[in-house]
């Protein structure tokens, strides 16, 4: 036993010593050529060879590298690693990646793998990296790429090339590892600047934590000139960062050359800022050369040394390189290095335009900050907004003054008629602003003047709290830091401004646009008031018949914002009496007043004798002068009124009409051609609210944020999902009934992958009963609560298809929205909330109590406060029998504004003021293409074909996409088949017999597919 033992030990260790012998003939054998040993080591370890042959390697998980084959003097081999994402944030996370998974900040989210990159040797090479756009990764404009340096992450320039599919990035030199991420939503940063004379808003303190008070001014050889200024208000509460500004750039280009000159005025700074009890300093430095770039940074650098030492901040505020200054590489920002200088100070602000066009849908704005995030990290940018008016002339945009603007805009007052200096007694008189003076911009979601002076034309745009709120979306659009609010600080619109950045901050309504209106009036010698009236915006003239006592009177004209009222000027006019009985003329037409029950206009009518008449087309009488009293009557236009009386406020007249009709009236709804001083005045106290009564205050919510988006109206679940994907939809509407379980509705939408609308009806029998509304409004609380994204309230409301009849009334509505809004809300506050689209219409003169006119119907839901319910306004289009960009030419011949989608578009825009966005809940264009003959009531449409429904609904898109109005669109629709003599709605299916589906091509080329 024990010989064998030792045998076979023997032989064991001389198997052991061939086999080592061979294998030291085998690497011998490879290491001489042809065969390298070397290249097949790196192949073996995953180490990958960078040559001058081949400069470019890349990872299968999408990660690539490169180097300038110039900088290859010898190869260079290179390791890529990956780990998986749901890897790296597990608990089974790699243990060399422990410390890199712990430390990756929580308002980034991680959307790639994490990256590994080794060099076999020490190098510096500058390297070239591109990493696959990640899948679920939208909205691509906040992602960024993240290094690891094996302490902390860090932020890494990078740009998106979305035609690539790739984050390219061009590094000094190679991280450790490298991820895409998402950056998250944070708390928002608000600072206000401050200048000479202002005081603080009432309730900045709840809105801004940092003001930029005025002052400082560079003065020659670096000194430092001016005093911060100081303000009414309690400061304590808020961080301060001084501004210093150069009012004249050879004054900074003789510091940036004066180097002895630099360090006086870096001594001068930090002594304010330290003494001064600071948190930092804010430096505003316009004008800075491009040579001179270098030494600005430079300069920037030094300061921002010297002030961290003192444990404060340095902010640096840059121009905004617009317009006319983008390049190929990039956008050409002059002397201001924009990486460097936020690598050497705390933050930047950048000054973004004034002017209004700039801020439209992926506009120049747009285009800045997606550069913008690309050169800075985005937690160091913040966006300096103005909230005063802005004046435009040739090109060249300032801030001015609402007083100076309006001012301007007064003595362009002149009078039409005609008359000399001095009237007849009963002598008509019209007087008016240039048409076309005063209109609302709905891109700048604010009311703009136009004037001549000087030759030249000036056109200024008022401020506007929807408007700032709307560009206070940026800082959420592309996650950035926060913001600085300029010219808000001494505004006569502050305290609106600031609620309206407040508002934003918490997430909650945009504010609603505040009516504007013209409103005139007459005054004697003596100062009484003999008459008044009110124009829209779109006919501003006046009409006074002269009264038969002689003497000198004074016509006004005040642009009424709101509750604030601006003087625009004034006429003076001396009557004479008259020779003989002067026959009472036709008075020249206005329009309707703006703040009314009712949106349509008419003629102005013969007064007679009459103490005021009915200008508004129909006009509600009630039982006391306010909205929530019961209707018991309407009046037509030209309907002859004896006033009785008055509220104190002159805003409501209690009347006795020709036909005997007794109640209050509106008064911006009559022509009044007496004094109202000499009615009594009675004060009614409003009623309680109650069932049926005023609606109740609205809770806050999330609101319609977000950009263009497009769906389709679907026969149950999405049965083409490729066809609605192929024309870039991700919306899908359903109606529901009050009471349905509509649960598989919603998840059977997100399960294929679109959001939902639900357009939600309920018995119109019982919809005027306040138990039945708040019964509704609890199954649309339940709806949200199930994940619906967005609910319709009703649908056309103004039919009594929809509505009972003879009880068509928008204030009860409203009361249903409004029970609505709030249960929705506080189930979930991200559930957009439409209000119910009228049908287009101008029927209610044919079908009295059946129909009510759509813009009637929307004028009196926005004048029971119903824009403070909705998140977006709902809108039907589908009379189209010419393309949208068309204003005449419509088959039905008539040129009502609702056959043409502009005319839809602008009319709602204008009687909400812009305040809330546009949602298309149903839209679409009807063809018998593949049908047969349309029903008589449809024969409209009948040259319609299949190629022009395609391409009008692809302009529609293109419009409604670049407009800044529209939220959403849905067209009408995707695949129904029913054709019926009353209802051929497959007539308006994009899906078209055999089911090809010509209008998804051009709506995706629309929507950028």
């Not at 180490?47 to 290859?72: F, M, Q």
């Not at 009516?515 to 124009?535: D, F, I, N, Q």
């Not at 008075?587 to 508004?616: F, I, K, R």
Request: hydrophobic fraction near 45%; include cysteine.
């Amino acid at each position: 036993m024990e010989k064998s033992s030792q045998s076979k030990r023997v032989s064991s260790v001389a198997s052991i010593v061939l086999w080592a012998m061979v294998a030291v003939l085998a690497v011998v054998g490879l290491l001489l050529p042809p065969v390298s040993l070397g290249k097949r080591l790196v192949t073996r370890k995953g180490l990958l060879e960078l040559s001058v042959d081949s400069s470019r390697v890349s990872h299968p998980d999408g990660l690539a590298l490169a180097v300038d084959p110039a900088l290859l003097v010898e190869p260079v081999r290179v390791r890529l690693d990956s780990v998986a994402r749901l890897e790296f944030l597990g608990q089974a996370v790699p243990d060399e990646w422990q410390t890199a998974a712990a430390a990756l900040p929580s308002l980034l989210t991680l959307k790639s793998p994490v990256y590994g990159i080794s060099f076999a040797d020490e190098n510096d090479l500058p390297v070239h990296l591109e990493i696959s756009i990640p899948n679920d990764a939208q909205p691509y404009r906040l992602l960024d790429l993240y290094s690891w340096d094996g302490a902390a992450w860090q932020w890494m320039p990078s740009r998106l090339d979305v035609a690539a599919d790739v984050i390219a990035a061009d590094l000094e030199r190679a991280p450790q590892a490298v991820a895409v991420v998402q950056a998250g939503a944070q708390e928002l940063l608000v600072g206000m600047s401050v200048g000479h004379g202002d005081g603080l808003p009432p309730a900045s303190s709840d809105v801004a934590s940092e003001l930029y008070p005025a002052g400082l001014v560079l003065g020659p050889g670096g000194a430092l000139l001016g005093q911060v200024v100081s303000f009414d208000g309690d400061s304590s509460t808020f961080r301060q960062f001084p501004t210093s500004v150069s009012a004249d750039p050879l004054l900074v280009q003789s510091l940036l050359s004066d180097p002895g000159a630099q360090q006086v005025h870096i001594r001068a700074l930090a002594s304010l800022a330290v003494g001064g009890g600071y948190a930092g300093l804010n430096l505003d430095y316009q004008g800075i050369a491009a040579g001179q770039r270098e030494a600005f940074t430079a300069f920037v650098a030094e300061l921002a040394d010297g002030l961290r030492a003192a444990d404060l901040e340095l902010v640096v505020t840059v121009p905004a390189p617009y317009p006319g200054q983008a390049s190929s590489s990039g956008w050409d920002t002059a002397g201001y290095d924009w990486p460097a200088l936020a690598a050497a100070a705390d933050r930047l602000i950048v000054t973004l335009p004034l002017e209004p066009a700039a801020y439209s849908p992926d506009g120049p704005v747009d285009q800045l900050l997606t550069w913008a995030v690309s050169q800075v990290n985005r937690r160091q940018l913040l966006i300096g907004l103005s909230g005063g008016a802005v004046r435009e002339v040739g090109r060249a945009f300032s801030v001015t003054s609402t007083a100076e603007a309006l001012a301007a805009l007064g003595a362009s007052l002149s009078r039409l008629d005609g008359g000399g200096s001095e009237l007849e007694a009963g002598s008509e008189v019209v007087v008016a602003l240039p048409t076309g003076s005063l209109a609302g911009d709905p891109v700048a979601a604010a009311y703009r003047a136009s004037y001549e002076l000087e030759g030249q034309t000036h056109t200024v745009w008022l401020p506007s709290a929807p408007a700032l709120y709307q560009r206070l979306g940026l800082l959420t659009d592309y996650g950035l830091e926060g913001v600085v609010l300029n010219h808000v600080a001494g505004s006569e619109m502050a305290g609106e401004l600031v609620q309206a950045v407040g508002s934003f901050v918490d997430s909650a309504a945009a504010p609603a646009a505040q009516p504007v209106s013209l409103a005139w009036s007459v005054h004697s010698a003596s100062g009484g008031e003999l008459s008044r009236a009110v124009s829209d915006l779109a006919n501003p003239q006046f009409a006074w018949y002269a009264v038969s006592t002689p003497g000198t009177y004074v016509i006004s004209s005040q642009l009424a914002i709101g509750d604030r009222v601006a003087d625009l000027g004034a006429i003076e006019i001396a009557v004479a009496a008259a020779p003989t009985a002067t026959p009472t003329p036709a008075p020249t037409p206005t329009l309707t007043p703006t703040p009314a029950e009712v949106a349509s206009t008419g003629p102005q009518y013969d007064p007679g004798d009459a103490d005021a008449v009915v200008s508004g087309d129909l006009v509600n009488v009630r039982e006391g002068p306010d909205t929530a009293f019961k209707q018991i009557a309407r009046l037509t236009g030209g309907t002859h009124l004896e006033i009785l009386a008055v509220n104190p406020a002159n805003t409501w007249l209690r009347v006795q009409a020709s036909d005997g009709t007794e109640g209050w009236v509106y008064a911006q709804l009559c022509t009044v051609y007496i004094s109202l001083a000499d009615r009594p005045v009675e004060d009614v106290p409003t009623p309680t609210p109650g069932p049926g009564g005023a609606a109740p205050p609205p809770v806050s919510g999330a609101g319609a944020a977000g950009g263009f988006e497009l769906g389709g109206q679907v026969n149950g679940y999405a049965s083409r999902p490729d066809v609605m994907q192929q024309a870039r939809m991700t919306w899908v509407k359903l109606q529901a009934h009050h009471g349905q379980d509509a649960s598989g509705m919603i998840s059977g939408a997100h399960g294929q992958g679109f959001r939902i609308l639900l357009s939600v009806i309920g018995d119109k029998s019982k919809v005027m009963n306040d138990g039945y509304q708040q019964g509704y409004a609890a199954y649309v609380g339940q709806l949200a609560a199930q994940g619906a994204d967005a609910i319709e309230i009703w649908n056309e409301a103004n039919l009594d298809r929809e509505w009972p009849r003879d009880q068509i009334d928008p204030a009860a509505y409203t009361r249903l929205l409004a029970y609505s809004f709030n249960a929705i809300k506080a189930s979930n506050p991200g559930t957009i909330v439409v209000g119910g689209a009228p049908a287009p219409t101008g029927a209610e003169g044919a079908f009295p109590g059946q129909v009510m006119n759509d813009n009637t119907w929307l004028q009196g839901v926005v004048n029971s406060g119903g824009l403070s319910y909705m998140d977006c306004v709902g809108i039907h289009y589908n009379e189209g029998t010419v393309g949208p960009n068309a204003w005449s030419g419509a088959t039905q011949g008539d040129n009502y504004y609702t056959r043409y989608y502009g005319g839809m578009v602008n009319t709602y825009w204008s009687i909400t003021g812009g305040a809330r966005p546009l949602c298309f809940t149903e839209l679409g264009y009807l063809t018998p293409e593949g049908y047969g003959a349309l029903p008589g009531n449809f024969g409209w449409a009948a040259s319609t074909t299949v190629a022009q429904q395609a391409q009008w609904l692809g302009e529609a898109v293109s419009l409604a996409r670049s407009s800044g109005q529209v939220r959403f669109m849905i067209v009408f629709n995707v695949d129904f088949t029913q054709w019926l003599p009353t209802d051929p709605q497959a007539g308006y299916a994009i899906i078209r017999p055999g089911g090809g589906c010509p209008a998804c091509a051009t709506m995706g080329a629309a929507m950028g597919g």
